[in-house]
């Protein structure tokens, strides 16, 4: 209801306007007129009422003449049927009444307001007086029809109004009303083809033409749009598939990648009462193809192999690359080991067989680990993760093989993360500690040096040895922060040791060969901790392998000349077990050898380790290399290596390696 | 004798007082039917009038009436001349003089009695029964005590009368 009076369309407001402007005109000529009649409404009455004792005055006076009362009666009666007047009195000359008539309004008490007197007179002279009195109903009458007539005249105007209004407003905005509807047409429909017909040569037909012009510049542009969309759409399904095939499709073999690997495993582990295996194959010998044919000859072997692998599946199975030269398979629908290893088998068989790139001839086997879905896991991190271990552990068995995951596999390797991870925590909680190993002269009295030998005080399992943790540290790194820690122990108890015993002994410290860097940052460390410490010249023996120095030839010598200028002492460790190669001996600053204990072990019973033991010592101190025997646990291997003039004896029969503590307490303080 | 006298002096007494009681209404009713003649005589209209000495004469046969006429219209004009009061005799030459006519009932049967005068331009007005039926022009009559009149237009507009509508609606209208 309140939006049907709301202004809230041009049709409305057009309707108002022509309605006020008809209101406002029909009420001032209503005003006006009313105004106009009603003042001259008494004027008019009163001229009326003359006008009729006028008329009537001439037969009055006769009759009054005449003294005929009934006829003055008669005559004046009918001025009654007036309704305004109340009453009509003659009277004669001398003024009294000679006639009179009442209406019945006079006992109302209706008091007169107009009074209208007319002399009686007969040619000049006076005979009477007729007076009429009269009230307001004359003018009451006229007020009520002028208001009846006004208020009719009022509504006549403005249903007439009203109606020309609606015609008018019709006939006005038709046009313009048209045009808005086709508007809102093209704005729902979005149908720009659309035209709206002119309908006037006036304003709103010029509207109507430039609306027209408008919407065909909007078609012509949307046209233009729509196929820039188009072709724009086009490019991205073509991108879009391009990403898609990028995103999982290895470019070099063609075949699925990683992400395809990975998304089509969880699909099928989503898959309701599934069951599939996975197999992680890990080509051996890729690395020295690529390493010593170039990487493109790598390229290619990967393509053949994908090709062979791909020989080896059925349609539904799946082969992926997951980077590298590892490749994946998955075995839809496959229940039993049997059949995996089959799938292996043919795997194995289909790399037996060379492969030629380019003019070169290659041959790659295969390491294979063998996952089955559900019994080895429920997702896919697990299966992936545990197919991975079974592959190491084909690769660590000897390669060219498969191996089935098997739960002690990842026992071992769940050991082998725990280990890291306490010896990460025994360097924080400083749970190591360096034993010492005194290494005496040949005469078996004097200690000069002693080999610092690390322990591991573990909070479970006690002390442990360094052959249990030293290995997988050096593995996975934290070889180098062991081997700081070392030095750094090592230097302050040598401090220690010279200090209590007031003479030197150099305490001699392994370094592995991981240690080593071509940089030369590792002498830089032990130059500077041993300045630090002020320490004296030759109190640190450093205990290299032979095969550290193999490989390298003027950098490592010019480390090892620098540690020389520093007084810092190299030892060669587990001398005539590795690749020996006795020039370095010649051209590298060595200060002593350390003869490796398979030698020293059974020299009391066999002639061939006296000999060679013999002629080591012999070559050293021809070199002027001092030797150290190790592993000395009896008198007979002690006498015989003093009689070949060994300058030091290291060994349980001596002492075996003791905390420091011991050492101090047995060997400095004594 | 004597009671014969008395009863005698006493009827004397009783018709002196009778004529002398009616001698006194005739002379009021005279003095208002005076009246009504001057007023018939401003309401008629003289078609060719003709004026005796320049004036407007009133005759009557019966000298009475002239006299209340004298006493009560005095000093009356009637189309601007002079009223005058007239006793006539009934012959023709008389009757040149006057231009109204009263013929008084006394007078009524010497009227009837004398035919052959004319009326020519002369309003003439009775009292007596028939008097309308002899030619006359306007007749008082009684009614509920009151004059009133009846009038023959036919025979006003014979002799060359006619008279206001105005009269003409307070009178009885009497034409054949």
New interface residues.
């Given amino acids: 209801m309140k939006r049907l009076f709301t202004l809230d369309t041009i049709s409305k407001k057009l309707l108002f306007i022509l309605m006020s402007v008809a209101f406002i005109s029909s009420s001032i000529v209503t005003v006006a007129f009313g105004t106009y009649e009603l003042s001259s409404a008494k004027g008019e009455q009163i001229e009326s009422l003359n006008s009729l004792s006028n008329m009537m005055s001439p037969n009055i006076a006769t009759a009054l003449i005449f003294e005929d009362l009934e006829a003055i009666q008669e005559l004046i009666k009918p001025i009654l049927t007036r309704t305004d007047v109340i009453s009509a009195i003659v009277t004669n000359r001398t003024g009294d009444i000679v006639a009179k008539t009442n209406s019945h309004m006079l006992s109302d008490n209706v008091e007169h307001a107009v009074e209208v007197k007319k002399q009686l007179t007969i040619d000049g002279n006076n005979v009477g007086e007729l007076v009429i009195y009269a009230n307001n109903s004359y003018i009451n009458n006229r007020i009520d029809f002028y208001v009846k007539f006004i208020i009719s005249l009022t509504l006549l105007s403005f249903a007439v109004s009203l109606i020309i209004s609606l015609l008018l407003r019709r006939r006005f905005l038709s046009p313009i009303l048209y045009l808005a509807q086709t508007a809102n047409d093209i704005t729902k429909s979005n149908d720009y083809s659309l035209r709206a017909e002119q309908l006037s040569n006036d304003e709103v037909g010029e509207l109507t033409v430039c609306f027209n012009d408008m919407l065909y510049t909007i078609e012509q542009r949307e046209h233009a749009l729509e196929n820039q969309v188009k072709t724009r759409t086009q490019e991205l399904e073509n991108a879009n598939s391009e990403l898609h095939r990028y995103a999982y499709q290895d470019g070099l073999t063609d075949l699925p990648n990683r992400r395809y690997f990975y998304e089509k495993i969880q699909s099928l582990i989503n898959t309701h009462n599934t069951n599939f295996a996975l197999i992680f194959i890990d080509l051996d010998g890729f690395k020295e193809v690529n390493d010593n044919l170039g990487h493109d000859y790598g390229d290619l072997l990967l393509h053949q192999v994908a090709n062979r692998l791909k020989a080896c599946i059925t349609e539904q199975d799946i082969i992926a690359r997951l980077g590298g030269d590892e490749f994946t398979l998955i075995l839809q629908n496959v229940t039993d080991l049997e059949r995996a290893a089959k799938v292996a088998n043919s795997v194995q068989h289909a790399l037996l067989t060379s492969i030629q790139v380019k003019k070169e001839t290659v041959y790659v086997t295969a390491s294979i680990g063998i996952t089955l879905y559900p019994e080895h896991g429920k997702t896919v991190e697990e299966l992936v993760k545990r197919a991975d271990q079974a592959m190491y552990l084909s690769k660590k068995k000897g390669r060219n093989r498969y191996e089935f995951f098997s739960y002690s596999i990842e026992e071992k390797a769940t050991e082998k993360r725990k280990l890291i991870e306490e010896i990460k925590l025994g360097l924080k909680e400083n749970q190591f500690e360096l034993y010492y190993q005194p290494i005496f002269s040949v005469d078996g009295k004097s200690i000069t040096k002693a080999e610092a030998l690390i322990r591991w005080n573990h909070p479970q399992k006690g002390l442990i040895g360094p052959n249990e943790f030293i290995p997988m540290a050096e593995k996975n790194g934290l070889i180098s922060d062991i081997g700081r820690w070392v030095k750094s122990q090592a230097i302050q108890d040598c401090t220690l040791f010279n200090k209590l015993s007031k003479r030197l002994i150099q305490v001699s410290v392994n370094t592995s060969p991981l240690e080593i860097d071509r940089s030369g940052e590792w002498v830089e460390q032990w130059i500077q901790a041993s300045e630090q410490f002020n320490l004296p010249g030759h109190s640190v023996l450093i205990e290299v392998t032979e095969n550290t120095l193999m490989g390298t030839d003027s950098e490592i010598k010019r480390q090892l000349k620098r540690l020389s200028e520093f007084q810092i002492d190299v030892a060669i460790d587990d001398f005539g077990v590795g690749y020996s190669s006795l020039a370095y001996l010649q051209r590298l600053d060595i200060d002593i050898l350390k003869i490796d204990r398979s030698f020293i072990k059974d020299i009391e019973k066999n002639d061939n380790s006296i000999a060679l033991v013999r002629a080591i010592i012999t070559m050293a101190h021809n070199l002027n290399v001092e030797v150290v025997a190790e592993g000395v646990e009896k008198q007979e291997q002690y006498m015989l290596l003093k009689q070949m003039q060994c300058d030091y004896i290291q060994g349980y029969y001596f002492s075996k390696p003791v905390s420091k503590k011991v050492f101090v307490s047995e060997f400095i303080e004594e | 004798m004597q009671l014969l006298k008395l009863l005698l002096n006493g009827l004397l007494i009783t018709l002196t007082l009778f004529f002398s009681a009616n001698s006194a209404a005739t002379e009021k009713e005279y003095m208002l039917k005076a009246g009504?003649l001057y007023?018939f005589a401003?309401?008629a209209n003289w078609v060719t009038p003709t004026y005796h000495s320049n004036n407007f004469t009133l005759c009557s046969p019966d000298e009475t009436f002239i006299n209340i006429a004298d006493v009560a219209l005095t000093k009356r004009s009637i189309k601007k001349r002079p009223l005058v009061n007239k006793h006539i005799s009934l012959n023709s030459s008389s009757l040149t003089q006057c231009n109204m006519v009263f013929i008084t009932s006394k007078t009524y049967q010497d009227w009837v009695n004398t035919p052959g005068l004319t009326y020519q331009n002369i309003l003439l007005v009775g009292e007596s029964d028939g008097f309308i039926e002899n030619n006359g022009h306007i007749r008082f009559f009684l009614s509920s005590g009151?004059v009133?009149f009846e009038i023959s237009p036919n025979n006003l507009k014979s002799n060359g009368l006619t008279i206001?509508s105005?009269?003409l609606?307070?009178a009885r209208i009497v034409d054949s």
């Fill in positions: 009504f007023n401003r309401f009151k009133r206001s105005k009269v609606r307070l």
